[in-house]
Structure formats: C-alpha cells, structure tokens
C-alpha cells in the first residue's frame, strides 16, 4: 500500500508543477497578435527566372541537383502548402515556404539517377494561396544505362 501512496502523491507534485510553471509563464500583458498572411488582401504571385532545366546527357547513378529561383510578384505573402516531387528520384527542398511581397526565394531540385534509363522528364509541382495555386516546374535529362542497356 506504502508504494501506490508513493506514486500517487508523486504524480499529484509533478501535475501541480507543471501547472505552476504553465501558469508563471503568462505575466499578464496581452501582446497583439501578430498579422497572418491569410488575412492579407491583394494576390501572391510566383515569377520564376526559369521553369525548365535539362540536365543533359548523364550516367546512371549520377545525382545531379539545380535551384529555381522566383520572386513573390504579388500584394500578398506567398504560402507554399504543398509540394509533390512525382518520384522517389526527386527531392526538392526550400528553406521558406513563406514569402513576403517582393521577396525571392529558391528551390533546390536534387535528382538520383539510378535505375532511370532514357529521356527523362520531371515534373514538380507546387501548391500554394497564389493566383495560379498549381505550379509546375521540370527537369530534364537523357539517362544512358549500360546494364539495361545490355539487357534490352
């Protein structure tokens, strides 16, 4: 009986400290909420330099990578919510998904090459608050692939 006293009273202490320490961190002033980009008016618009890259000829196996760079076109902060890179060859990453009214940003396309074989083509695409919500961008490339190669 002594043991289920002791674990009961040591949850009861550890509920009641972290309700102290919750409730310590709010000293009473009330902060304004910072504006959300949902509630902006106007429009957010991608403006890509490039929406199109080809690799060229290259070797099974290779990884290549390449950066779109765009610029937010629009009155109003630019979300990307979404990004699907079609394959499990494609990786894309971007270091913020958030872009204010004339801010430009960047996209690394990394693509593997492995198992690939061919003219490639990729298509990632992008989901976003913009005025065209769907973005496409592609990648291209001519994969040579000798074992398959042999084996056709």
């Known amino acids: ?39 902006e008016t106007g429009v957010a618009k991608f403006a890509f330099s490039e929406e199109m890259h080809n690799f060229g000829p290259l070797k099974a196996g290779e990884v290549v990578s390449f950066t779109f760079v765009f610029k937010n076109e629009g009155t109003k902060t630019l979300i990307i919510t979404e990004v699907d890179s ?20 960047k996209i690394e396309v990394i693509y593997n090459s492995a198992g690939e074989v061919g003219k490639q083509l990729k298509t990632i695409t992008l989901f976003s608050n913009a005025d065209q919500p769907k973005k496409q961008l592609f990648i291209r490339a001519n994969v040579t692939n000798e074992l398959i190669e042999i084996h056709s």
Do not use: D, W
């Not at 002594?2 to 009861?12: A, I, T």
């Not at 079609?86 to 940003?105: D, F, R, W």
């Open 1 to 39: 009986m002594g043991s289920r006293f002791q674990v009961s009273s040591f949850k009861l202490c550890f509920v009641a400290l972290v309700l102290l320490l919750i409730g310590s961190c709010n000293s009473g002033t009330k902060k304004a909420a910072p504006t959300k980009p949902e509630n």
């Open 86 to 105: 079609g394959c499990g060859c494609t990786e894309v990453k971007i270091s913020n998904k958030t872009i204010a009214p004339g801010q430009e940003e």
